[in-house]
């Protein structure tokens, strides 16, 4: 035995660690508009600062480090299509409690150059507002969202899935054959 290996440790992780990295997030591709409403606010945030450090003879800075939390949760929420955590499931902007989720179903439709993500609901949960994602015949789940196939990792979702979700939560794998288990 070497001594990194005597001096090596192995400490448990908990099972709900609260770092924002750990999360299972998928992106809409890159929007132009999305960076020019980045850009707008950053510099916008910055104009307000030098104005109020001119006006008023206060520290500019201080509104920039006020802002600067808001503007990138701003942004990664625009870009956010899919992602859960220890505090649930979004879909775009739909934010869905764990409680309500019975399994998650992907499908990749042959020639198509998306991944469909969704969610089975539990039998007497209502699809919640602003699910109105367009059926797709590949896609036998009530709520979905379709993101690019090179953006969506099933190994990485189900790694993420065994971290946070519920242990009653499966991941599915729909294709023309049927449905079958993730593994």
Known sequence: MTDAQRN???????NGRR?????????????PKDLAGL??????????AVLLGWALDMKGGVVIVAAMPFIVSWFENRRTAFQ????????????????????FVVA???????ALIGARLRPGVSAPAGTGA?????????VHVAVQREKFHLQKMLTKART???????IMIAD???????T
């Open 8 to 14: 090596h440790t192995t400490v448990p992780r908990p």
């Open 134 to 142: 367009a059926p797709h015949p590949a896609m036998p789940a009530q």
């Open 108 to 114: 990749t439709p042959p020639n198509d150059s998306h």
């Open 176 to 182: 023309r054959s049927g449905e079958r288990p993730a």
């Open 39 to 48: 850009w707008g606010a950053l510099l916008g945030v910055v104009g307000l």
């Open 164 to 170: 946070y979700a519920p242990p009653h939560i499966r």
């Open 19 to 31: 770092g924002r990295w750990e999360r299972y997030r998928v992106t809409h591709p890159f929007s």
């Open 84 to 103: 859960f955590d220890q505090s649930g499931v979004r879909f775009g902007e739909v934010l869905l409690p764990w409680t309500d989720i019975a399994e």
